[in-house]
């Protein structure tokens, strides 16, 4: 094998070392954004009629969406690198609950 060669794998494996190292982030910021979301939804649950609840609810919604956003950039993380089927993101990665559910 030539230089170039070697340069080219080198290169190869950094740029795959990248992508993996990437998706994992994703997915960390994306089970710390649940977990968040879960732990205000509990409190929404628990908290009492009027201004403290009103206060949990807002706080649980901006902790949705932003976990919404996370699972979108992570499913874009995976789309990026060819991963085509989402179905295990959905199994591992449950959308949080909404104020219905």
Known sequence: MNYREEALQRTEKEIVAEKAA???R????????LRLAAE???ALREAPEGEARERARERYLQARTRALEARRILVIQREAIGL???RL????????PG???
């Open 99 to 101: 104020l219905d559910g």
């Open 84 to 86: 085509r089927n989402h």
């Open 89 to 96: 993101v959905e199994q591992q990665f449950p959308e949080p």
């Open 22 to 24: 990437t998706l994992g």
């Open 40 to 42: 205000l939804h509990g």
């Open 26 to 33: 994703a997915g960390e910021r994306l089970e710390a954004a």
